[in-house]
Nanobody
Framework: QVQLVESGGGLVQPGGSLRLSCAVS????????MGWFRQAPGKQRESVAT????????TYVDSVKGRFTISRDNAKNTVYLQMNGLKPEDTAVYYC????????WGQGTQVTVSS
């Protein structure tokens, strides 16, 4: 059974930074494109960033381009999301998963951007 454990969230002021981590157990991520997703209160979950299995190709939703960076360490079976220039509209619970054909979702990590 695959388990996804997200961490690194917290409360940060606008303009601040956070680095999220997602540790995966039960399956090797090296064969999968991975992604970070987020769900704000009252909204549907959306894809924020994706990364190919080798890490060479990345995509971002327009609202985070230039501020967020997705990366991965296949040896550690971990995916990261570096978030800079955070805005209040980035407030959400952040999840990682395969880009498609999702595994069961983890608990996510709460990111709150507020002054």
């Amino acid at each position: 059974q695959v388990q996804l454990v997200e961490s690194g969230g917290g409360l940060v002021q606008p303009g601040g930074s956070l680095r999220l981590s997602c540790a995966v157990s039960g399956s090797r991520i090296s064969i999968s494109s991975m992604g970070w997703f987020r769900q704000a209160p009252g909204k549907q979950r959306e894809s924020v960033a994706t990364i190919s299995n080798g890490g060479l190709a990345t995509t971002y939703v327009d609202s985070v381009k230039g501020r967020f960076t997705i990366s991965r360490d296949n040896a550690k079976n971990t995916v990261y999301l570096q978030m800079n220039g955070l805005k209040p509209e980035d407030t959400a619970v952040y999840y990682c998963n395969r880009r498609t054909n999702n595994w069961s979702w983890g608990q996510g990590t709460q990111v709150t951007v507020s002054s």
